[in-house]
């Protein structure tokens, strides 16, 4: 089985700094999709950015970039000059490319931008 | 933007009532599920379906069924609900096929039972 692990429960930063989150997951799988989503307070859970396991090269998504590091199963999320838009639940996501294609969550980042 | 919907938002029901919370989406997406999110907000698949006539129960036990008459349908129901189901549940969709693997998610079901 796949497992996902988010060892900050909290991250607090101010507004236009960077902020990275960490995650690292478990699986003996060699094909599959990482994800990072967002879910803002009380609101829709939305994608922030996916990484395809095969894919070498880091996804990059406008302020949002990852660090894909395969042999080592981490997988963070860097955010540049961050924003008060940005102030939400962070979760990285595991999905095998095959199969039933389940996404196993972490468990979750709080991130606050203070202003 | 996904067109994922889900009623009703927040209900609040005292014990042994019996729930249906309704999901709909109208991307003609075939995989569908649902996550239920407890109060420090950790995620875990309850069921999911492949099509229709096609469910399967997820990773954590539920004591709640579902069912998916219709592609665009994905219902779930309590028939007695207990304080213990007191929780967030967002469902789910992804499109066929591999695809980018993403999954779009409705605004939740908030469920508070007395």
Same mark, same amino acid.
Do not use: M, R
């Given at each position: 089985a796949q497992t996902v692990t988010q060892s900050q429960p909290e991250m607090s930063v101010q507004e236009a700094e960077t902020v990275t989150l960490s995650c690292t997951y478990d699986t003996s799988e060699s094909n599959y999709y990482l994800f990072w989503y967002k879910q803002p307070p009380s609101r829709q859970m939305i994608l922030v950015i996916r990484q395809e396991a095969y894919k070498q090269q880091n996804a990059t998504e406008n302020r949002f970039s990852v660090n894909f590091q395969k042999a080592a199963k981490s997988f963070s999320l860097k955010i540049s000059d961050?924003?008060? !838009?940005?102030?939400a639940m962070y979760f990285c996501a595991f999905m095998k490319h095959? !199969?039933?294609q389940k996404l196993v969550f972490g468990q979750g980042t709080r991130l606050t931008i203070n202003p | 933007e996904a067109d994922i919907y889900q009623t009703p938002r927040y209900l609040v029901i005292g014990t042994g009532k019996k729930i249906t919370l309704e999901c709909s989406q109208t991307m003609g997406h075939d995989k569908m599920y649902w996550y239920q999110q407890d109060p420090g907000m950790e995620l875990h698949l309850i069921h999911y379906s492949y099509g229709v006539n096609s469910t399967e129960k997820g990773d954590l036990s539920s004591e709640s069924t579902v069912s998916r008459i219709r592609t665009e349908h994905f219902p779930l129901t309590l028939e007695s609900a207990r304080p213990s189901h007191t929780s967030q549940y967002l469902c789910a969709s992804k499109k066929p096929g591999g695809g980018t693997g993403e999954l779009f998610f409705g605004e939740g079901s908030r469920l508070t039972v007395l």
């Open positions: 961050s924003q008060l !838009g940005d102030t095959e !199969g039933a | -």
